[in-house]
């Protein structure tokens, strides 16, 4: 049985089989309207989300199964202080998957320990985001027909982000694959990520400002300064609109450089950009329905939970 608790959890290659299953679906949904007939899906979020959670339902739903969940902690029993070990085993005797948000590092990877069932790690506070990876990299593959030779600029709040963290983790493994990391000194990447790099020989750059590099880019992923991770409220607000993508900068950057975002936005991509043709990150919402679509397929037929 398999989990999904970090990108490095499927080989290029099964990727590469998933996000074939997850275009399949998207150009055939009605072949899998009725795939997941009698099977359901828990949904546990002790942190807020709207895509992740409601993406993973649709898929569900999409698929034919059925969904049950929560999306607070205070509305669970991790109110009355019960540990994610023992929710995970009591999720177990209810669904056949369960997909968990925790604002705690490592969470995931509790529950996959506990759980008799295949559990998708939605997020597990700065750490990694896997499923937000998947999306990503199928958006890619479609819109660059590869996931091999380009640059990609990474920008905004690279410390806390944990969609650049996974997004990262998974790239490295891909050929060609040039990393322009952008960002305040105070919110770049963990030492832990250019550790890795370095050490696979990856080349990677650190930059501040958004238009010293975008005119070399192929693809650019914002992302929002992630304020419920930071210590204290003023180091917040002196960061908080330090990146804002404008129709102006658009000028600057290739006839051919997408825009990603794993969205919510707040204020670092100026809604003067979304009717740009390069804007993409709306079209990357889309892609997170099929590949969840794909995922849960090929975990519930891991787990013997639907017929291979
Ligand atoms: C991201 C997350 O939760 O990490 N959102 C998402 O799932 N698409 C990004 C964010 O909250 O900034």
Redesign the pocket.
């Known amino acids: 049985m398999r989990h999904l608790i970090t990108p490095q959890d499927f080989t290029v290659e099964e990727l590469e089989q998933l996000f074939d299953l997850a275009d399949d679906i998207r150009l055939h949904p009605d072949t899998y309207a009725h795939a997941c007939d009698g099977r359901k899906m828990a949904t546990c979020f002790y942190e807020p989300?709207t895509?992740?959670r409601l993406s993973h339902e649709s898929a569900m739903l999409g698929l034919g199964g059925q969904v049950m969940g929560f999306s607070e902690a205070s509305s669970s029993s991790a109110a009355k202080g019960e540990s994610v070990a023992d929710t995970a085993r009591v999720i177990s005797c209810y669904a056949d998957i369960m997909v968990i948000r925790h604002p705690k590092e490592g969470a995931a990877t509790v529950a996959s320990h506990f759980a008799s069932i295949p559990v998708i790690n939605a997020?597990d506070g700065g750490h990694e985001?896997p499923t937000?990876t998947l999306t990503d990299l199928l958006t890619i593959r479609n819109l660059k027909g590869s996931l091999n030779n380009f640059t990609i600029g990474l920008c905004g709040d690279l410390k806390f982000?944990?969609?650049v963290h996974s997004l990262i983790n998974a790239l490295v493994r891909y050929e060609n694959v040039r990393f322009v990391f952008i960002s305040p000194p105070e919110l770049c990447v963990p030492d832990y990520i250019t550790e890795m790099l370095q050490e696979k020989g990856i080349p990677y750059e650190e930059h501040i400002k958004i238009e010293d590099v975008i005119g070399r880019l192929d693809l650019l992923y914002m992302?929002?300064i992630?304020k419920e991770r930071f210590f204290n409220e003023e180091d917040y607000v002196r960061l908080k609109d330090f990146y804002i993508l404008d129709a102006e900068k658009m000028k600057l950057a290739p006839k051919d450089m997408y825009v990603l975002h794993?969205?919510?936005r707040v204020n670092e991509i100026s809604v003067d950009v979304d009717d740009d043709p390069r804007a993409a990150y709306f079209r990357q919402v889309q892609f997170g329905v099929y590949v969840r679509m794909a995922l849960i397929l090929t975990l519930l037929k891991s787990a013997g939970r639907l017929p291979e």
């Open positions: 989300s895509r992740t997020g985001h937000q982000g944990r969609t992302t929002r992630q794993p969205l919510p």
